[in-house]
């Protein structure tokens, strides 16, 4: 996935399905890079979580309600 495409999700909550069968919710709150890499921040009730951009398979919104931490 690209962060053009992720930039639609910013503020909302989403469950994301990463490599490794790694899925996640929480809401986008970011998009930046680190050491040349695109990183997005989920932040969720329990931790923010840093994904590569490159690792993520699927992004869909969701109600708040749902949470699946990674």
């Known amino acids: ?40 921040t989920l932040s969720s009730t329990t931790a923010d979580r840093k994904i590569p951009v490159s690792a993520i398979q699927y992004v869909i919104e969701t109600p708040s309600r749902i949470n699946y931490n990674c």
């Open 1 to 40: 996935m690209k962060s053009i495409d992720l930039q639609n999700y910013l503020g909302k909550h989403v469950l994301v399905y990463a490599q490794n069968h790694r899925i996640c919710t929480g809401s986008l709150t970011g998009l930046h890079r680190e050491g040349g890499k695109e990183i997005m």
